[in-house]
């Protein structure tokens, strides 16, 4: 069974820089045709899609948040990071880390973590 855990900073003041880690167990990160991705739920609003880095180590990035948003791994530790620059109190919101794959066309995901709420406050 795997599971994917959020860990990170519940609080960041504006224009820091937002690092979240996801931890992943009962499964490798480089196992083929999975995409490890971040994903976030603001309050009122839908889930928004971040980014996500694919067992190959290839990034993809939301054309939205491209320009602020980085996603690495270690996979020493099967570990994926989700770092999020210059932060707006626009972006408080429960981050998620999840796995995901592509069936017949569609991006799906089957394994979530629990959540992280984050606040951005001075």
């Known amino acids: 069974q795997v599971q994917v855990q959020e860990s990170g900073p519940g609080l960041v003041k504006p224009s820091q820089t937002l690092s979240l880690t996801c931890t992943v167990s009962?499964?490798?990160?480089?196992?083929?045709?999975?995409?490890w991705s971040w994903i976030r739920q603001s309050p009122g609003k839908g889930l928004e899609w971040m980014g996500a880095i694919a067992y190959s180590g290839s990034t993809y990035y939301s054309p939205s948040l491209k320009s602020r948003t980085s996603i690495s791994r270690d996979t020493s530790k099967n570990q994926f990071t989700l770092q999020l620059s210059s932060v707006t109190p626009e972006d408080a919101a429960v981050y998620y880390c999840?796995?995901?794959?592509?069936?017949?066309?569609?991006?799906?995901?089957?394994?979530w973590g629990q959540g992280t709420q984050v606040t951005v406050s001075s």
């Open positions: 999840a796995r995901g794959f592509w069936a017949l066309g569609i991006r799906r995901y089957d394994y």
């Open positions: 009962g499964g490798s990160i480089t196992t083929n045709h999975y995409y």
